[in-house]
C-alpha cells in the first residue's frame, strides 16, 4: 500500500458516486480513485470520463480482484451493502460502505464481526458528521433539552430505486436514518420510541417521538412525499439554535465528503480506528428497527 494515498475503487456508478463521491476522491489529499465498476459498464465509462477515473472493471468481482486497489467505496442500492461489503472484506479490501450501513441491525453486527474477522476497517458513509459546522455544533451544544430534525424531498418516478421494496427503498431508510442518527448523535440512546410510517409499497413519509433520560426529547419527521427541506432545531439550557441544511450541505466552501474520504483514509494509512465507529453505526441500526417496530400499523398512502 503506498504510504500517503489510500487506493479506492468505486463500485456502482450511482448518482452519489457522479455527484460528490468521485470530485471528492479527486480532491482529497490522501486517496485516490484507481477504477469504478458497474453492471451498466457503458454508464461507467461515461461516469469514468466524466471524472477522469483511470479503469473500469467489468464486474465487482473484478475490480475486488484487483491488487492495486486497497480500499472500496461501496455506493449501491440499500440491499446490496450487506453482500458487498461481505465480498469485498473477504478480499481484503477496507470498505467506506454508503448509508444506511445495512437494512438491520442483525446485518450491521454480521458486517461488523466480518470486518474483525479479516482485519479491515469498515465505515458507514455519514458525510454529514464530518462538516465542520456539524462539528462544531456538536462540541458547543449545552444541556439539549429538545431536538427536531426533518428531511424531505418529492418523488415521483415509481422507478426510482427509493422506491422500490426489494432494493431497501423508504423514507426511513434513505432519509429518516439521518434524522434518528443525527438525534442519537446528540442525545444518546433513547429510552422510548414511538413512530408512523405512511404510505405504499415503500413508506414515504416516517415521523417519531424518542424520548431520552432527563426528559429530554426528539421528534423527527422524513418524507419522500414533500418539498426540498432540511432543518435541525435544538432547544438549549438558554437558547435555541436552528440549523439549515445539516444533512447534504457542501462545497461551501467545505466539502464534507472529502473530509470524510480523508479521515477514513487517514485512520487505514495510520492502522488507526475509524472516525466512525461501527458500535456507532449499529446503534443507528437498532434504532431504525425499533422505528419499524413501533409502527405497528402502516398508514395507507
Known amino acids: 500500500m503506498p504510504d500517503d494515498r489510500l487506493r479506492f475503487g468505486v463500485l456502482g456508478a450511482a448518482w452519489i458516486a457522479d455527484k460528490a463521491i468521485l470530485d471528492a476522491l479527486h480532491a482529497a489529499g490522501n486517496a485516490e480513485v484507481v477504477a469504478i465498476a458497474s453492471r451498466d459498464r457503458g454508464r461507467a465509462e461515461a461516469m469514468a ?3 477522469a477515473v483511470p479503469a473500469v472493471r467489468d464486474t465487482y468481482d473484478a475490480l475486488l480482484d484487483d491488487d492495486g486497489i486497497d480500499a472500496v467505496y461501496i455506493g449501491l442500492v440499500n440491499s446490496a451493502h450487506r453482500e458487498w461489503t461481505l465480498r469485498a472484506l473477504s478480499a481484503g479490501k477496507h470498505v467506506l460502505c454508503e448509508k444506511p450501513l445495512a437494512l438491520s441491525a442483525a446485518e450491521a453486527r454480521e458486517m461488523a464481526v466480518a470486518a474483525a474477522a479479516a482485519d479491515r476497517i469498515l465505515m458507514e458513509a455519514f ?12 462540541q458547543s451544544v449545552d444541556d439539549v433539552r429538545h431536538l427536531s430534525a426533518s428531511f424531505s424531498f418529492r418523488l415521483t418516478d415509481p422507478g426510482n430505486v427509493r422506491l422500490q421494496p426489494a432494493l431497501g427503498g423508504g423514507a426511513l431508510y434513505d432519509i429518516g436514518c439521518y434524522t434518528l442518527d443525527v438525534a442519537r448523535w446528540f442525545l444518546g440512546e433513547p429510552h422510548t420510541v414511538q413512530a408512523l410510517l405512511s404510505g405504499e409499497p415503500v413508506d414515504m413519509t416516517v415521523s417519531t417521538l424518542l424520548g431520552f433520560d432527563g426528559d429530554r426529547q426528539t421528534t423527527t419527521w422524513a418524507s419522500f412525499d414533500a418539498p426540498e ?8 439550557r438558554d437558547r435555541v439554535r436552528h440549523i439549515t441544511q445539516p444533512f447534504t450541505s457542501w462545497r461551501d466552501p467545505h466539502d464534507p465528503y472529502q473530509l470524510m474520504i480523508e ?33 405497528a400499523t402502516r398508514v395507507p398512502a
Not at 458525510?127 to 456538536?138: A, E, G, I, K, T
Not at 427541506?229 to 438549549?236: A, D, N, R, T
Open 127 to 138: 458525510m454529514y458528521r464530518f462538516h465542520p459546522q456539524m462539528v462544531q455544533l456538536r
Open 263 to 295: 479521515a477514513f483514509s487517514r485512520a487505514v494509512l495510520n492502522s488507526e480506528p475509524a472516525p466512525r465507529s461501527l458500535e456507532d453505526s449499529i446503534g443507528t441500526a437498532e434504532l431504525i428497527d425499533r422505528v419499524r417496530a413501533a409502527s
Open 229 to 236: 427541506h432540511q432543518e435541525l432545531v435544538l432547544v438549549e
Open 49 to 51: 470520463r466524466r471524472h
